[in-house]
């Protein structure tokens, strides 16, 4: 072969070389993002199945004064805290703030319905000094005020939310208000579709509000929701079939006294607290188990 065809072939050998490498190159690229997009694709399909069972997780309490379920522990019942001439069911939002300082200043320790379980049905410890905060109907006020008072003070709350309400009505908590509290400690729990009277429905109406409220919620916020508390507080001899059936698994009345396992898990007191409360009613409320319920 002379030179100059062996620097052809040399040349086109380099080119083909060249060609091949460019071509696998390319192809294992492609390979690798295709690669990639399966893997996001179906990390999005997981996401909101793992975000479904996770609330804020309970927290272990260990000091020297702890109680255990045998004890009874006071759920405040509020609704609106807000300011209404003559409505005794709207709490002025000073009084709410003067309520939780009171709290605050007296070593309280405000629990998630998550841990009140843990303690009514594990025996889970709580502190000596815990307290519930529960706000019924889910009024734009409790985000308005209430929530900022209860994370001023570092504390939690539940609210059992009308779920025909939501996103409905300027004076109703929205969703994205709902997301808000729920990522910052806050229960977001059932109080039925309509604010139905449970104890005039039958077991069949009882059970298609209890299950629909219940998966209203858990789409907007992506978790399991677990409690109710039975609007005016009334329920009839089929409610608790109901509630257990619609996946609940523990439920609250406005029965006057503080709450414990001898009244069930689907039957608890409630402590209300009206505007016609002062602070020292607060503190008589909230200081014996067997406060005068008059
Ligand atoms: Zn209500």
Redesign the pocket.
């Known amino acids: 072969m002379r030179l100059k065809n062996k620097v052809i072939f040399l040349i086109l050998g380099i080119i083909l070389i060249a060609g091949v490498f460019t071509y696998y190159f390319n192809n294992e690229k492609l390979t690798s993002q295709k690669k990639t997009q399966v893997i996001s694709k179906n990390q999005e399909k997981k996401i909101p199945q793992e975000n479904k069972k996770k609330r804020n997780k309970p927290r272990e309490f260990q000091n020297t004064q702890l109680i255990y379920n045998d004890k009874s522990i006071p759920v405040l019942m509020y609704?609106s805290i807000d300011y209404e001439k003559n409505n005794e069911l709207r709490v002025p939002k000073e009084q709410f703030r003067q309520q939780m300082k009171y709290l605050k200043d007296n070593g309280y320790t405000t629990l998630t319905l998550d841990e009140f379980y843990n303690f009514l049905i594990n025996n889970k410890p709580v502190p000596l000094k815990s307290i519930i905060v529960t706000l019924?109907?889910g009024y734009k006020d409790n985000y308005i005020n209430a929530y900022k008072i209860l994370k001023e003070f570092g504390f939690n709350a539940t609210v059992f939310v009308i779920t025909s309400t939501i996103d409905k009505d300027g004076s109703y908590l929205t969703s994205s208000e709902l997301k808000e509290m729920d990522q910052n400690g806050f229960d977001v729990e059932s109080?039925t579709v309509n604010?139905d009277k449970l104890n005039e429905l039958t077991y069949e109406k009882q059970y298609r509000t209890l299950k629909d409220s219940r998966e209203c919620i858990e789409k907007i916020l992506n978790k399991q929701v677990k409690y109710i508390a039975y609007?005016?507080g009334k329920f009839n001899n089929y409610t608790q079939k109901a509630t257990v059936d619609a996946g609940y698994i523990m439920a609250f009345t406005t029965n006057s006294g503080w709450a414990n396992k001898g009244q069930g898990t689907y039957k608890l007191n409630r402590v209300y607290i009206s505007a016609n409360h002062d602070i020292n009613e607060f503190i008589r409320r909230i200081t014996n188990a067997k406060y005068n319920l008059n």
């Open positions: 609704h019924d109907d109080h604010h609007p005016f």
